[in-house]
């Protein structure tokens, strides 16, 4: 079988990408063929040669590169199904596409997107649900209506935030209601991109200006002392079936982190190898951890989440209420990264996690092709 992996991408994840996307490589299972599209921060696609492979599959702690050239551009062809894509004029085949890709253009519905346009099957949400967990205020929207815990916030919009009234009212209806310290994020940007914590006006207005950078929804949520927990999640909550390994929705964790910074930034994250502390499984207790899956659970489910997502909760240090923090549909694999480590705690390893996660694509592909689309 032919996988291809797609990395890089136009966000302030790439680097991100370039790191989980070796990790992946290198643990796809030996029988598959890999082939590798580097795409541009530009947005070019590009195919690479075997010698990108050879290097890091031997170099266990290099990141993958992109290598930019004319010759080896790639195209898509709507409606080509595995043989959608193409280079230098001649297509190549290709069975499941792995799109490790974090942030905007590549978890947020656009690459599914096109991929369902091929017609090619591809690991993770589908196009809907790709998109709906990228917004974290749509998220919100959803699990509320679904009666999930989620940590209190006001939305505001780049039209709001442009007329001074607007702006001035949201900004006091927060800051009355929750008071300091708030959270600003972005509400569709990753790796805590855009994010700050802020704990006074003067700070909110700083951290609303560079978060309207990022995205043109902005969320002011209120600052809570937490522990951070964090779930893993398989399968598919709209065709799975309750009794198969690859489709039914399974829960792993949840695991802990505890950042050394301020709050669990993009240095935390990725630059600090100090950053955090990583506790898998969570010392928690048992009727705690039960509670923390099934609500795991329920939220994949009400965004009806496929392949993999990381669900991500809040516990309240104060008087112990949880809060579902946000989901994220294509979670890091770097060699720090919760998701993985929570698969393998549970006996599933890096390399049969992929192949779940490749079996499961296929599945939700002959699920998709099997509905009538026409008369």
């Not at 996988?3 to 989980?20: F, K, M």
């Not at 209506?145 to 949201?170: I, K, Q």
């Not at 006006?201 to 951290?207: C, F, I, S, T």
Request: charged share 20%.
């Amino acid at each position: 079988m032919t996988i291809a992996l797609l990395y890089g991408g136009q966000s302030g994840e790439h680097e991100v990408s370039l790191i989980s996307a070796a990790a992946v490589a290198r643990n796809l299972d030996r029988k598959h063929t890999i082939e590798l599209i580097g795409i541009s921060k530009e947005g070019r696609w590009y195919l690479q040669d075997t010698t990108e492979l050879f290097h890091i599959t031997h170099d266990r702690a290099a990141s993958l590169r992109i290598r930019e050239t004319e010759d080896t551009l790639v195209s898509v062809t709507p409606g080509g199904g595995m043989a959608s894509f193409s280079c230098n004029g001649e297509p190549f085949y290709v069975d499941v596409v792995f799109p490790v890709l974090h942030g905007t253009y590549g978890e947020d519905g656009t690459v599914q997107g096109l991929l369902d346009m091929a017609g090619i099957p591809y690991i993770g949400c589908p196009t809907l649900s790709s998109a709906l967990t990228m917004d974290k205020e749509k998220t919100k929207a959803i699990w509320e209506h679904a009666g999930l815990p989620v940590v209190p916030y006001v939305c505001m919009t780049r039209t709001a935030f442009s007329d001074e009234a607007a702006r001035d009212a949201l900004i006091a209806q927060a800051t009355d209601t929750f008071g300091f310290p708030l959270f600003v994020k972005p509400c569709a940007a990753g790796s805590s991109d855009g994010a700050q914590k802020v704990a006074t006006r003067a700070e909110l207005a700083g951290a609303l200006e560079e978060a309207f950078r990022w995205d043109n929804k902005v969320l002011i949520e209120k600052a809570i002392p937490a522990r951070e927990l964090e779930c893993a999640v398989l399968g598919n909550a709209v065709t799975g079936a309750a009794r198969c390994s690859t489709t039914a929705v399974r829960v792993f964790g949840p695991g802990e982190i505890t950042p050394t910074h301020e709050f669990y930034d993009y240095d935390a994250k990725y630059t600090d190898p100090n950053g955090a502390t990583l506790t898998v499984p969570a010392a928690i207790p048992d009727d705690m951890r039960a509670h923390i899956r099934t609500l795991a659970h329920r939220a994949y489910r009400a965004v009806d989440a496929a392949g993999l997502a990381r669900v991500d909760f809040f516990l309240d240090t104060a008087d112990g209420t949880l809060f579902l923090n946000e989901i994220n549909a294509l979670p890091g694999f770097t060699h720090i990264s919760m998701f993985p480590k929570l698969c393998a705690a549970e006996g599933l390893s890096f390399t049969a996690l992929t192949t779940v996660l490749i079996e499961e694509a296929i599945e939700q592909y002959k699920a998709k092709t099997a509905l009538t689309t026409s008369r």
